[in-house]
């Protein structure tokens, strides 16, 4: 059972790094590693709900502390290339419904996700059309 609540901005951490154009969206996703990608559609799969790191590793099948490390991956490419800003946001654990690092996406994020994974499996079917 999910120990978040729906998103809100408050104890958003650096909200102003999260992006908002569908098209930087989209290059992020085209440049980052396939567990980073692997990452981004476990997030678009539950747009709006901000989720501690474990709930959405248990979620996509990940064993514990994969996405602290698959963060620090992307670091860099974050910085070189999209000024810090990163495809999705998240709560600072004194503010967060769970009290850990949660993060999330939200509606437009999540829809350049998954227009970008139909880009690159036309076969698959969007969760809304099921």
């Given at each position: 059972m999910a120990a978040t609540a729906k998103t809100s901005t408050l104890g958003e951490c650096?909200?102003?790094?999260?992006?908002?154009?569908?098209?930087?969206?989209?290059r992020f996703y085209d440049r980052c590693s396939d567990l980073m990608r692997e990452l981004l559609?476990?997030?678009?799969?539950a747009p709006d709900e901000p989720r501690p790191f474990p709930e959405i590793?248990?979620?996509?099948?990940?064993?514990?502390?994969?996405?602290?490390?698959v963060?620090?991956?992307?670091?860099?490419?974050r910085h070189?290339?999209?000024e810090g800003r990163?495809?999705?946001?998240f709560h600072e654990p004194r503010r967060a419904a769970s009290r850990r690092w949660e993060i999330w996406m939200d509606g437009v994020q999540a829809r350049a996700v998954q227009a970008e994974q139909q880009e690159a499996n036309p076969g698959l079917v969007?969760?809304?059309d099921a």
């Amino acid at each position: 059972m999910a120990a978040t609540a729906k998103t809100s901005t408050l104890g958003e951490c650096v909200p102003e790094n999260a992006m908002t154009d569908p098209g930087e969206i989209a290059r992020f996703y085209d440049r980052c590693s396939d567990l980073m990608r692997e990452l981004l559609d476990g997030l678009a799969m539950a747009p709006d709900e901000p989720r501690p790191f474990p709930e959405i590793e248990d979620a996509i099948g990940w064993p514990r502390r994969r996405i602290a490390s698959v963060l620090g991956g992307v670091c860099r490419l974050r910085h070189r290339e999209f000024e810090g800003r990163r495809p999705y946001h998240f709560h600072e654990p004194r503010r967060a419904a769970s009290r850990r690092w949660e993060i999330w996406m939200d509606g437009v994020q999540a829809r350049a996700v998954q227009a970008e994974q139909q880009e690159a499996n036309p076969g698959l079917v969007a969760k809304d059309d099921a």
